[in-house]
């Protein structure tokens, strides 16, 4: 086995490990800890995947940015209760047989069809940093979606503080 | 040196989806159904990419790209509705919301 492929082992147990570990978990701060370390793999591999550029937006967008949004969220919503003290973090949860059935028959279903196509072997590989092609790409052929994404996130921001202020 | 097949990234993919599905029908709280929805767009996304590893014109890298941007603004806005929603109701579980009207 070569040494790519031991590592992308090892990223691939740490992602999916931490994603079933915040199926598994019922605190929110442990799945909001899980869900850091699935990015973390993700990120890795991406890098495996040679999107290094997509990898390091990735990490700087989710780890910083999504996970304080949802640790800001996980505060603001906190509920404690008056009489006892503690807060109610844990999520209630009923009827897992279902959920988890529908959930395993998706993966076995997305598995076969995927060991199934033909469409997937046999592609030459370009196996290289592609840094300089997606900046100069974002620059160029895709500028006007990359301009739209810009007024896309300056649209959603607004609206964000918007719903979020209080309208009393 | 060899390089990685791209059905192991399928497959890694496939297994995020199902949980982030899971996760989508198993919980209550409205913040941890938002982490299953970003579990379902990051196994889209490493699909993308995956893909886009054999393709010399990178289609599928810049539509990931994109597909981050959309991700992070939905997950701005959505955060927004249910601190909204919190303080109408006191409550984030999804079986809580019960109309007055």
């Given amino acids: 086995m070569s040494p790519l492929v031991i590592a992308f082992l090892v990223l691939a147990m740490l992602t999916c490990g931490s994603a079933l570990s915040m199926l598994w978990t019922k605190n929110l701060l442990h799945a909001a800890l899980a869900m850091f370390l699935t990015m973390l793999g993700l990120a890795g591999l991406y890098v ?21 949004l949802i640790l800001f969220g996980i505060m603001l919503t906190n509920q404690t209760d008056p009489a006892t003290g503690k807060n109610h973090l844990m999520t209630r949860e009923s009827g897992r047989l279902l959920p988890f059935s529908i959930g395993l028959s998706f993966f076995l279903g ?11 072997n046999n592609l030459p590989v370009t196996g290289d940093s592609k840094l300089k092609e997606v900046g100069l790409g974002l620059l160029t052929e ?7 994404a810009g007024v896309f996130l300056l649209i959603a921001l607004i609206g964000a503080t918007f719903v979020a202020k209080n309208h009393d | 040196m060899t390089d990685i097949p791209v059905i192991y990234f399928l497959w890694v993919s496939a297994f995020l989806f199902a949980t982030g599905i899971s996760i989508l029908l198993v919980k209550k709280n409205t913040i941890f159904v938002l982490m299953g929805i970003e579990l379902i767009l990051n196994a889209a996304n490493l699909n993308l990419v995956a893909f886009s590893k054999n393709d010399p014109s990178l289609q599928g890298l810049y539509l990931s790209i994109f597909v981050l941007v959309v991700g992070v603004c939905e997950m701005a806005i959505a955060l927004a509705i249910i601190l909204q929603v919190y303080r109408n109701y006191r409550a984030i579980e999804v079986d809580q919301f019960k109309s007055e009207y």
Avoid: M, N, Q, S
């Fill in chain 1, 142 to 148: 895709y500028a006007f979606p990359f301009e739209l």
């Fill in chain 1, 48 to 68: 495996l995947a040679y999107a290094d550029v997509l990898a390091v937006a990735h990490l700087l967008v989710y780890v910083g940015g999504v996970l304080i």
């Fill in chain 1, 110 to 120: 997305l598995f076969w069809l995927f060991t199934k196509g033909p469409w997937i």
